[in-house]
């Protein structure tokens, strides 16, 4: 996509390429296409290789979308869409000249298990997979459960209760004064990640930060302190803009709606990564992920639809649009 970053190509090609070599296959380099369905099918079309691998610079959010419309321009076949898993992910598979084509989800960028794994070491061991094959992996959640996801996840990041939700307001180090403690109801704790010699605001449990430590390192390190029960991360930073209105974090809170489609959300004007941002919990792998000098951008680009952004100090309405704005 336009102004997407070298980096988060080359980080993707890294942990597939990591993937592959635990199965004994070889990744060839492959191109890299403008998103869009002809510039793509022209590529699959040109590709060699016994299996081809696609990343599509956004999600693909159905059949209609980018990857698999390339996949039919390139006279390929779709069999199959989506993966009932938990994590559930948006992997779609088909064949085009005799061999597999395997749309990768997103969380594929990551090193972590996902359920693309599953359907790659079949294909590795020669074995076909199925619309069913991926429809029974489904059974039972597919993914070994781990002391950081564990079972059950309420479907989206609500807390029991109607239209209660928890979230850990994490502070991040930055130049400027530092916001007031916000007492919202949905805000459960408040972490402020401290420099060296540094003390936590009034009210905050500080968190050491090592010397030296870049964006990612800060960002990976406020995932590493949110609680298990924690559906979201209020994001929060001193800086230039100042702080947020106390009215407008509630706003982004009562906005945040996984189940609709709205699982990070920011303020107009500000820069498209900074806080204040809610980030929903299927999103914290990512971040966590990250490191030195990396930021929010990577996450935010492979987000897509699921990013909006809240005018401030805009009438409370709970609306939001394909494009991504909330008002």
């Known amino acids: 996509l336009p102004g997407m970053k070298d980096s988060l190509l080359s980080k993707g090609h890294a942990a597939v390429e990591a993937r592959l070599a635990g199965l004994g296959i070889v990744l060839e380099e492959g ?3 403008a998103h869009e369905p002809h510039a793509l099918a022209a590529a699959l079309a040109a590709a060699p290789g016994d299996l081809v691998l696609v990343l599509t610079a956004s999600a693909t959010s159905d059949r209609a ?10 006279g390929g076949q779709l069999e ?9 992910n948006l992997l779609y598979l088909g064949r085009q000249g ?15 298990l996902n359920g693309a794994d599953w359907v790659l070491e079949r294909l590795a061991c020669g074995l076909s997979v199925s619309s069913e094959d991926i429809a029974a992996m489904g059974v039972g959640g597919l993914l070994k459960e781990i002391s950081t996801r564990p079972q059950p996840r309420s479907g989206g990041g609500r807390a029991a209760g109607p239209g209660r939700m928890r979230a850990v307001a994490v502070l991040l180090p930055g130049a400027g004064a ?24 009034p009210g ?6 090592r010397a030296g430590a870049g964006p990612g390192d800060v960002l990976a390190a406020a995932m590493a302190a949110l609680p298990e029960t924690a559906d979201a991360a ?10 947020p209105e106390a009215g407008d974090v509630a706003r982004m809170l009562a906005a945040f709606s996984p189940e609709d489609g709205r699982e990070i959300v920011g303020l107009e004007g500000r820069a498209p990564h900074a806080p204040p941002l809610v980030l929903g919990r299927r999103f914290f792998e990512g971040v966590a992920a990250l490191s030195g000098s990396e930021t929010l951008e990577a996450v935010l ?18 609306g939001s649009q394909r494009n991504g704005d909330v008002q």
């Open 65 to 74: 979308d980018v990857g698999p419309a390339a996949l039919a321009l390139a």
């Open 204 to 209: 905050w449990t500080c968190l050491p930060l």
């Open 301 to 318: 680009a492979e987000a897509g639809d699921h990013v909006v952004a809240l005018a401030a100090d805009a009438p409370e309405r709970a």
């Open 80 to 88: 199959r869409f989506g993966m009932p898993v938990d994590p559930g």
């Open 31 to 33: 191109p890299s296409v």
């Open 234 to 243: 209020l994001l929060l930073q001193p800086g230039p803009d100042g702080a």
């Open 178 to 201: 530092p916001p007031p403690l916000l007492r919202l109801p949905e805000v459960t704790a408040h972490l402020a990640l401290c420099p060296p010699d540094a003390a936590a605001p």
């Open 98 to 112: 005799g061999r597999p084509v395997i749309g990768l989800p997103g969380c594929a960028r990551a090193p972590a």
